[in-house]
């Protein structure tokens, strides 16, 4: 399972929505690769923003490594899915989408079932309260996404 997780910038929303998967996946012991970027190149080949890794680091996820990317066409065969924080990133996602792109697009909440709120909302302009909220709910994706993959795996492996 690869997922993408797609935001503006790249700096603070969907680097958390990776950081906080990435560890709680590995601790779950699902497989899976984790990624984001961003639909605009203002930030490319910054770090995550400074409030965005306090709050990372406030509960426990690693966030200094990070490096802003802009999504790319190879993105949409690359991954399995791409996962939008906000309706506007996924309006976007669904204007690049390239002829024979294989990923398929969705929130990210409405993917993990989180259907209020359903965008989770940009920080960039807030404060300390709007990053840890964007790490709560960062949780609330991750413990989703695992539930899914291992009722999934429980699928296939009767099916099999
Ligand atoms: P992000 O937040 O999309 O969650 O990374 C933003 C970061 C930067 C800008 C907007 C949103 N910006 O306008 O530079």
Redo the contacts with the bound molecule.
Sequence with gaps: MRILFV????????PILEAVLRERAARAGLVCTVASV?TGN??VGAPADARAVAACARRGYQLEAHRARQLAPGDYTDHDWLLA?DAANLVELGRRRPAGASARLSLALAYADILHPRDVA?P?YGDDADFDRVVVLAERVADAVVRRHRHDAALSERMA
């Excluded at 935001?7 to 969907?14: A, H, K, T, V």
């Design positions: 935001c503006l910038g790249n700096i603070c929303r969907s961003g203002w930030h924080a940009d960039y």
